[in-house]
């Protein structure tokens, strides 16, 4: 009975053994050939899109922050000058 199990333990044990081996090989395969499937592309296509619409708007809002300094810094020239 004790053999039993002590074999079962063993065989358990190194069928485990392989199963992380061989995940991590195929893990490690996986990643040396850059493996990002068609799903993750378009996902990274479409935030790379998202990010730089979102910097093209901040650009365009600094732009705009800038021309609303200037005039504002102009009126109150002009104020102090009265």
Known sequence: MHGAL???IIFGGVVLGLAIIGSTILMAIKI???GVSRKD???EAEETKMIQ???HGLSQMEK???ALETIMIEKERKD???
């Open 53 to 55: 619409e979102i910097y």
């Open 32 to 34: 040396l050939k850059g």
């Open 6 to 8: 002590i074999l079962a």
């Open 41 to 43: 592309q378009r996902t």
């Open 64 to 66: 705009r922050v800038e």
């Open 80 to 82: 102090h000058k009265r």
